[in-house]
């Protein structure tokens, strides 16, 4: 395997992890609408887009860079939750993967002296702060919440992008 073999495999593998984490926090969005919960559900439906998203940037640059692409089979995504609690739990240590995993990729393209590869990833490591930050203040909420749902649906809805200020 050749060094750019082994970034262009890696950089595959992550697109499919982007698009196993759009599956993802699509069933978690329906479970949410299950629950009666429409703005938790639109929450994860708008984060389901943006994992659409980042693997679709995957792809693009795999294209761009003239790279072979393969689409990996993805795992079917979680679809019982015992709790919100537990959603956003899950919601959280998947994200905290993704950024391990971004981590490893940087380190890879380093290893690899790709530096195109390691400034495409760059943007990566910034959106997964925030992604981070955005879950655990979720969770935070969600617990302080405790059975009032309807409180975490409220402050869902006031973070919504676009929603004026309370």
């Known amino acids: 395997m050749t060094p750019d073999d082994a970034v262009q495999g890696a950089l595959c593998t992550h697109m499919g992890r982007e698009f196993a984490a759009h599956f993802q926090y699509l069933a978690m969005s329906a479970w949410l609408e299950d629950e009666g919960l429409p703005e938790l559900a639109g929450f994860f439906a708008r984060q389901a887009a943006e994992e659409h998203m980042h693997g679709m940037?995957?792809?693009?640059?795999?294209?761009?860079?003239?790279?072979?692409?393969?689409?990996?089979?993805?795992?079917?995504?979680?679809?019982?939750?015992?709790?919100?609690?537990?959603?956003?739990?899950?919601?959280?240590?998947?994200?905290?993967?993704?950024?391990?995993w971004i981590g490893e990729l940087v380190h890879l393209a380093r290893e690899h002296r790709d530096l195109a590869t390691?400034?495409?990833?760059?943007?990566?490591?910034?959106?997964?702060?925030?992604?981070v930050a955005t879950m655990h203040e979720l969770l935070?909420?969600?617990?302080?919440?405790?059975?009032?749902?309807l409180l975490v649906e409220d402050y869902v809805a006031r973070r919504r992008p676009g929603t004026p200020a309370a």
Do not use: C, I, N
């Not at 761009?64 to 019982?80: E, Q």
């Not at 390691?118 to 992604?131: D, M």
């Open 118 to 131: 390691e400034a495409f990833l760059q943007w990566f490591v910034t959106e997964q702060v925030e992604e």
């Open 57 to 100: 940037k995957f792809f693009r640059y795999l294209v761009d860079t003239g790279r072979a692409m393969h689409l990996p089979a993805l795992d079917a995504p979680a679809s019982g939750f015992a709790s919100v609690e537990s959603l956003v739990a899950a919601a959280l240590a998947q994200e905290q993967q993704v950024t391990q």
């Open 140 to 149: 935070q909420v969600v617990r302080h919440a405790g059975p009032s749902l």
